[in-house]
């Protein structure tokens, strides 16, 4: 969605010596998106497929293609991408290397605008009804529930390891400031945009009809409701597929109910800025 005792840093972002070094760190913090790269990586070439386009063919696609599918592929392209310094150095603190968030975040952050803002008039982003409003506020706050309820009310681990905004220095410094808006950004803005464009606005219709352009919002078949619900699931880590899977219905439900797809964008963000202060509140980085 996304998405804890603070490592030992220095006040210049790098790793102080630890008894598990850079190696287990990462094991904490990167295997688990590394474990999602996977899935993204696989879903996307699925999609290709059933866009009965080859990854050599993907430039021929339409524009509305491009518009719906191509920032969710660049914005999993640039996380893939933070993860090869890792495979090639595994054993460097160097925060570049081993914390590899604090440069992805910012780039993905810059790229997905950049592509959002190229192909915004595609989208017909409409303004949804007052009704809409409530019931995607409503059901953003939901799956927020969902997602916390395991380290809120059962007693489940809490996840301590992940993007810290104080990584290279507390609030006093333009660094930490610059970290949270970033994330904040990224968080509320970037990612329920480009993953609701993708899933609820092109895959969801796909599956009706592969001209997805001539489907209106919030069409309804099963084949393509589990899907998207399976595909959103299995884009989370492991930990995360029961919250992921119901918040995918829940996720469907709006656009069934709306047919807008600005008001599943909404549920999305709803869930992402309660989850965001949620975390700023209890520490538990590894939910973002």
Not at 119 to 125: E, F, L, T, V
Not at 264 to 285: D, S
Request: charged fraction near 15%; include cysteine; proline fraction near 6%.
């Amino acid at each position: 969605m996304t998405m804890k005792s603070t490592p030992p840093t220095s006040s210049m972002g790098r790793l102080r010596p630890d008894p598990g070094g850079a190696g287990a760190l990462r094991r904490e913090f990167g295997v688990a998106h590394a474990q999602e790269m996977f899935w993204h990586w696989f879903l996307g070439c699925d999609l290709l497929h059933v866009s009965q386009k080859n990854c050599f063919e993907m430039f021929g696609a339409t524009r509305e293609e491009k518009a719906y599918v191509g920032p969710l592929i660049v914005f999993l392209a640039i996380m893939f991408l933070g993860q090869i310094p890792g495979w090639i150095a595994p054993r460097s603190e160097w925060w570049v290397i081993a914390k590899p968030g604090y440069w992805v975040i910012p780039l993905q952050t810059v790229i997905g605008t950049v592509l959002l803002a190229r192909y915004w008039r595609i989208y017909q982003m409409r303004f949804p009804s007052w009704c809409g409003i409530w019931f995607a506020t409503l059901i953003g706050a939901l799956a927020l529930i969902l997602w916390i309820a395991p380290q809120q009310w059962l007693g489940f681990a809490p996840r301590l390891i992940g993007f810290e905004p104080h990584y290279f220095g507390g609030p006093d410094t333009w660094m930490y400031w610059f970290n949270l808006v970033v994330r904040f950004i990224r968080l509320v803005i970037i990612v329920p945009l480009i993953e609701e464009i993708f899933w609820r606005g092109f895959l969801l219709r796909y599956f009706v009809d592969d001209d997805f352009t001539s489907v209106p919002m919030g069409a309804f078949s099963w084949t393509s409701f589990w899907i998207v619900v399976g595909g959103f699931c299995l884009e989370h880590s492991f930990a995360d597929w029961p919250a992921a899977l119901l918040t995918g219905a829940l996720f469907n439900l709006v656009a069934y109910r709306t047919r807008s797809l600005s008001a599943c964008v909404l549920t999305h963000a709803v869930t992402n800025l309660i989850l965001g202060i949620w975390v700023m509140r209890t520490g538990q980085w590894g939910f973002w």
